[in-house]
């Protein structure tokens, strides 16, 4: 593993962030903290931190000698660390979009949603199962291209310690020039909801310009309260549950699953199923539009008219 791991040092930082927001919500927003939650969110990173140590020389090894095969040599020059940055930011796009439609890498990833609270405590929320999904995979490209294993786990650290900060409701909007280009709390507080209009929207790391580059983006409104979570709550604070629930309700699909539709419940969308008796996030979202379009059209029957062809 690389020397230097930027996320090791911004720990006292993080920490100090989450007392800060807990006066603050003290003193403003009292439901935001639920201790029981709180303990969770902790314990979902102690024991994240502790699979990483398990399995990230494994895979840091695996960069090592796929390095040597690799196409150019980028080298350590300032330039090379900005591009590192910024397609490690675009591999973290697709790898977190993966994350939510495709049920495998799912079922690791559900864990950072779990909770029904927004607060930085949530950032902390990492899965303990994420070597399972073979994401890492996402990163062979930038490897074979030149980019040292050890630039890329640097940029990856500051990548998530920029995500750290926009778990948070205590800061509303950001100046428009900075919503427009990077990823805000608020742009963030969409992806957490539940409401059909926000599911399986922002994936953004860091530049939300990848969610307006292909088709995901979705602006927060202040015409609907936000509802945090996911669609079937845990309704537990049952660590293990937490971390594992969505493991075994893919064994449990699986194991009652015609043949011909068991590995569709493994690399299908979450919430697919072979008899419809579940609902995708597209079908939950194409239901509410249509809603929304029909009271749009009782409304106002004109504006509600399909335009001539």
């Not at 669609?231 to 699953?257: C, P, T, Y």
Request: proline share 5%; hydrophobic share 45%.
């Amino acid at each position: 593993m690389p020397d230097f791991s930027p996320t090791e040092y911004a720990v006292p930082g993080f920490v100090a962030l989450v007392l800060i927001e807990m006066i603050w919500a003290w003193r403003r927003n009292p439901s935001a903290y639920e201790p029981k939650d709180t303990l969770t969110s902790l314990a979902f990173g102690l024991g994240s931190t502790v699979a990483g140590l398990l399995f990230g020389g494994l895979f840091f090894a695996l960069y090592l000698f796929l390095w040597e095969y690799r196409i150019f040599d980028i080298g350590w020059a300032w330039w090379a660390w900005i591009a590192c940055f910024v397609l490690d930011d675009l591999k973290y796009y697709w790898v977190h979009r993966f994350g939510h439609r495709v049920r495998w890498f799912w079922a690791s990833h559900v864990n950072h949603h779990s909770s029904q609270h927004y607060n930085l405590s949530t950032a902390l929320r990492q899965t303990w199962t994420g070597f399972l999904t073979l994401g890492f995979a996402f990163a062979l490209p930038l490897v074979l291209l030149g980019f040292h294993p050890a630039m890329i786990a640097i940029c990856g650290g500051f990548n998530l310690i920029y995500q750290f900060w926009i778990h948070t409701e205590a800061i509303d909007r950001m100046p428009r020039w900075f919503e427009a280009v990077m990823n805000t709390p608020s742009h963030h507080r969409v992806h957490h909801a539940t409401n059909p209009r926000y599911l399986d929207r922002n994936y953004a790391g860091v530049f939300i310009t990848w969610d307006k580059m292909f088709g995901t983006f979705e602006p927060e409104t202040k015409d609907e309260k936000i509802r945090y979570g996911i669609v079937k709550q845990l309704g537990s604070f049952n660590l293990l549950w937490a971390v594992f629930h969505e493991w075994i309700g893919i064994a449990q699909d699986m194991w009652r699953a015609p043949w011909k539709h068991k590995l569709s419940y493994l690399l299908r969308e979450p919430g697919w199923t072979h008899d419809g008796s579940r609902q995708t996030s597209d079908e939950i979202r194409a239901a509410w539009l249509q809603r929304e379009g029909e009271t749009v059209s009782e409304e106002n029957p004109i504006a509600g008219e399909a335009e001539p062809a």
